[in-house]
């Protein structure tokens, strides 16, 4: 399902040619103009990289590598701003979701088969920090993957800034609140922020956000699965907008 690219001209190629990379492994140590053409073409374009020892790209291939790997995604991304101009256009409360930081594999699996399944319009992940799509995530999502649009932005920042200018709410999922969710009116144009597994939303998007919401947690244990509170998050917004 994640197919790969091996070779760096090969690489070259696939970028200059706008296909969905998740991320490249680069050899450590390697010289060279074309492999220092590549690294600035990954940095100019915010590419997620890795650089790894050679056993790692053996592993990954077993073909002439050349010390560069791609990892292509299984499914293509949307551009940012035609996404939500598309949504404003055809939804008269548009429900988009933004997760910062989201790294497993498989907790994004599951908010995107989630989402889906709650009607929300379009995701939106930064190109650097998130969760690639890889086979577990497709497997996860039950296939919900190929129905709902992904955009990746380079920062969060310049996406929440659009939203709001765009009259698009933009609510935080966060501990740091003495708001619960359920007080929040969800019946309106929103995006809601979900956070990283390990940091939840970091402090300067918080700073941005439009209002911020917590679930009521009644045990001992301090905090959900990002997963399971960002479906609790998103069939909140279900229960009001058919209420």
């Given amino acids: 399902m994640n197919s790969q690219i091996y070779g760096i ?34 940095r100019k374009t915010g590419i997620s990289r890795s650089y790894v020892p050679v056993e790692k790209l053996n592993r990954l291939t077993r073909n002439n590598h050349q010390g560069a790997v791609a990892q292509i995604s299984p499914v293509s991304f949307h551009d940012f701003e035609v996404l939500v101009e598309a949504v404003i256009q055809k939804e008269t409360k548009p429900f988009l979701l933004l997760l910062d930081q989201v790294s497993d594999v498989r907790n994004f699996g599951a908010i995107i088969r989630t989402a889906e ?73 929103c995006a809601i922020i979900m956070g990283s597994e390990g940091h939840g939303i970091s402090p300067s998007i918080l700073a941005l956000v439009d209002e911020q919401a917590k679930l009521p947690l009644l045990g001992s244990i301090g905090s959900l699965n990002v997963s399971v509170a960002c479906g609790v998050f998103l069939y909140e917004v279900v229960r009001q907008r058919k209420g």
């Fill in 9 to 42: 001209r090969a690489i070259l190629e696939a970028i200059a040619a706008e296909q969905p990379i998740n991320k490249i492994f680069l050899q450590k140590g390697l010289k060279g103009e074309l492999y220092q053409e590549l690294e600035a073409t990954i």
């Fill in 117 to 189: 399944c709650s009607g929300v319009h379009g995701i939106i992940i930064p190109k650097t920090g998130a969760a690639p799509i890889t086979e577990d995530t497709v497997k996860t999502s039950a296939g919900a993957i190929f129905n709902i649009p992904i955009a990746k932005v380079e920062h969060l920042k310049d996406a929440i800034f659009y939203l709001q200018s765009s009259g698009i709410s933009v609510v935080a999922a966060t501990e740091k609140t003495d708001i619960e969710l359920y007080d929040v009116d969800f019946d309106r144009p």
